[in-house]
């Protein structure tokens, strides 16, 4: 059973479903970890949570734009949170008219889904999370701190930790100007949210951190599929979706 991990998708369902095929991803077979971000910015969030949730071996970790959507979907979202969603470089506007022509029983699905969904998972030796941890929280606690919690498994003070962790670019930035990384944690971290765009088009892969976010939701960016065993990746080719909606 291959173990594979998919990178930033934003919506962006055709780009997703290639890249998968590309990569001969078989979900009675393979493990999948996608990285979050699986709405906003692109025309087909729901289409791309109804796929993800419908996978038997797929295991999601929470990235940011998630998060705006579960408190959204909880009535717990702040209201300088809800402005900052449907801003323009948020993307959030064009998910919250999809996911409000969606049925009461859907909303209550997808809101108890991501109120279960880990922030932080570990696959041996591989921390999978979306934004990043960053050396201060590596410091402070342990990788047990972070493992399979959920928003329903902490408390409101510890929150304040997980959403930095959704949020974070610290520990990328950091990895990318220095050649020999190291980290008060042993595990190598698997992250998404800072897009790379850089002219080879590849993710960043160091010995300690791995970017599989090369920008599904830019024209000249796409998505990534990783093995984590093996380092072989594989990039859709579709064009970007455009969001029709427009604030």
Same mark, same amino acid.
């Given at each position: 059973m291959r173990r594979l991990v998919i990178g930033d998708i934003h919506g962006q369902f055709e780009r997703m479903l290639e890249v998968l095929k590309l990569a001969s991803f078989d979900p009675e077979k393979d493990m999948l970890f996608p990285l979050g971000?699986?709405?906003?910015?692109?025309p087909k969030?729901?289409?791309?949570l109804n796929y993800i949730y419908s996978l038997p071996y797929c295991y999601p970790v929470l990235?940011?734009?998630?998060?705006? &959507?579960m #408190?959204?979907? $909880?009535?717990?979202?702040?209201?300088?949170r809800l402005t900052s969603w449907? /801003?323009?470089?948020?993307g959030g506007w064009s998910t919250l008219r999809k996911v409000d022509d969606e049925s009461y029983e859907w909303k209550?699905?997808?809101?108890?889904?991501?109120?279960?969904?880990?922030?932080?998972?570990k696959v041996d030796d591989n921390i999978i999370v979306h934004g990043g941890i960053?050396?201060? &929280?590596? #410091?402070?606690? $342990?990788?047990?701190?972070?493992?399979?919690?959920t928003r329903k498994d902490i /408390?409101?003070?510890?929150?304040?930790?997980?959403?930095?962790?959704?949020w974070d670019r610290s520990l990328i930035y950091e990895s990318m100007e220095k050649e020999e990384l190291s980290l008060p944690w042993k595990e190598r971290i698997i992250l998404g949210h800072t897009p790379i765009l850089s002219d080879e088009k590849k993710p960043y892969i160091s010995s300690k951190v791995i970017d599989v976010d090369t920008g599904s939701f830019v024209p000249m960016g796409s998505i990534t599929v990783i093995d984590i065993d093996t380092l072989q990746y594989w990039q859709s080719t579709l064009p970007v979706e455009p969001v029709s909606e427009v604030i």
């Open positions: 971000d699986f709405c906003d910015r692109g969030p729901i289409e791309v990235g940011n734009h998630d998060v705006y &959507l #408190e959204y979907l $909880t009535h717990t979202i702040p209201s300088f449907i /801003s323009k470089n948020n209550r699905k997808v809101a108890n889904r991501l109120l279960s969904t880990p922030f932080v998972r960053s050396r201060e &929280l590596m #410091e402070n606690h $342990t990788p047990e701190y972070f493992i399979n919690k /408390s409101d003070k510890e929150y304040l930790d997980y959403d930095e962790i959704v």
